[in-house]
């Protein structure tokens, strides 16, 4: 059966999709939800602040050693009887997250949800493609972009707010009932969808690629902690992840039939969407990963306060979300993607703009832009990757998708951390070098700092901190705001939709 024969009636499409992003935004809710209660799990489990951060990186390094199996899990047992087990496994360790009353416990609990979660956007794109003819690719995927990226945004949010009014605990409870109505969805409404390619796994490149992202994820989520290359432990995941990459290409290259097929990325426009997929990523939560710093640390924010001046991003990428799912027949994708980058550069240098004394009318205003920058890059570029690509590879295209974005925002928000407090040294180094008698400047100071007074020293050194912080945030975003200009070259390597020619065999059950 062709997949334009296999394409279900109107009315079954928005019941799979909406039981479909049900469990989407559940699981990139928690990519996010949880950061803001982490000093409140920490206190309740009586951990140390090295340890409570293990919270959020076992459930970011499981979710990306499992990415990658998702294809193969999907040609091999189909995606519908993954959905269902990824979104029952899903909701039944957010729930014993929940309960949990041990940093052991919830550790592992997280580490389950990482696991469970993992097939849950990659699929759900491969899903509302699958579902949906060729002329409404766009619109599904406007929608999917909703649940994926959008989810991330409000996350902080949500959190905040389940946290202050309720308690940490909620912020698991909340995907309860979520996960329940989408397993009765999928069940209820998603046909099993099969290819004919036979599968069978290759466990080496698996083991291989799987140790290699791991290695990977550990070392960037740790390495800010531990001062980097100064540690052991960096040394020894950096050695991992490369060792374990070069032992998965040679295997990618010469096996019969390797994990990733690397025809997968012959294919121009995967190739390309991809790449710029990963600098999005990169560059969005890169700057979520900052703002929060920026707004609390610097310029005195509530917690919730800092939510609310950020969620405007989230309705900016509601907004393209909804014209592009109107409009995006009618336009050109490669013509949407590369205004994405503009808008989004130019948030980003309406950031670079920013100082101590800035409103928030300034932040919400650039976050506003960044959210329409980012809505419409990623969903006329969802729909480009796969444009093109032969369905046979679209369970393994989903994930491989899913999972070099994600790398690419974990690589941005680690490079982001480097450089902010690499450069706030530097600074602040500058800064001190000026603060003598024989300068001009210092005898016009505010009475409350002074050279000689101890108090109006440590409230000298108190300000000069902020302002070479302040510096170093916005050399950080003209920075990030130039990588999103020049990246808007990549566009001319993309290609428009082929047209006609006939689709792989697909089987419905």
Known sequence: MTPAAAVPDAVTRRLITASV??????????????????????????????????????????????????????????????????????????????????LGEIVGFRLLQGIFGAALVPMSQAILLDINPPEKHGQAMAIWMMGAIVGPILGPVIGGWLTDNLTWRWVFFINLPVGVLAFLGVSAFLNEIRTDTPVRLDFLGFAA?????????????????????SSTEIWIEAGVAAL????????????????????????????????????????????????PQLLEGLMGYPVVTTGLVMAPRGVGSFIAAMVIGQLGRRLD??????????????????????????????????????????????????????????????????????????????????????????????VQSR????????NPAVLTMPSRFSLTDPSGIAALGGEVSRQSAMVSYVDAFWLLGVVSLLSIGLIIFLSPPRKGGEAPAMHME
């Open 21 to 102: 992003m049900a469990a989407t935004l559940m699981n990139s809710l928690d990519t996010t939800i949880a950061n803001v209660a982490l000093p409140h799990i920490q206190g309740s489990v009586a951990a140390s602040a090295e340890q409570i951060t293990w919270v959020l990186t076992s459930y970011i390094v499981a979710a990306a050693i499992m990415t990658p199996l998702t294809g193969w899990l999907a040609s091999r047992f189909g995606r519908r009887r993954l959905m269902q087990v990824s979104i029952i496994g899903f909701t039944v360790a957010s729930g014993l997250c929940g309960i949990a009353h041990t």
């Open 209 to 229: 690629l799987g140790i290699a992202i791991g290695a990977l994820q550990m070392m960037l989520d740790r390495g800010q902690q531990l001062d980097w290359f």
């Open 244 to 291: 374990c990459l070069y032992i998965f290409i040679v295997q990618t290259m010469t096996a019969r039939a390797p994990f990733v097929d690397p025809r997968l990325f012959m294919d121009r426009n995967f190739l390309v969407c991809t790449v710029i997929g990963f600098i999005i990523g990169a560059l969005l939560f890169a700057v979520l990963s900052v703002l």
């Open 333 to 426: 994708g490669r013509l949407m993607i590369g205004l994405g980058l503009l808008l989004n550069a130019v948030s980003l240098f309406m950031l670079s703009h920013l100082s101590l004394q800035a409103d928030e009318k300034a932040i919400i205003l650039s976050g506003f832009i960044q959210g329409l920058g980012s809505g419409m890059v990623f969903a006329p570029l969802a729909t480009m990757a796969f444009a093109t690509l032969d369905v046979n590879f679209r369970n393994e295209g989903a994930a491989m998708f899913t999972l070099l974005r994600n790398l690419g925002s974990s690589i941005g928000i680690s490079l982001l951390q480097v450089l902010t407090f690499r450069n706030t040294q530097t």
């Open 431 to 438: 800064l001190v070098e000026g603060l003598r008698p024989d």
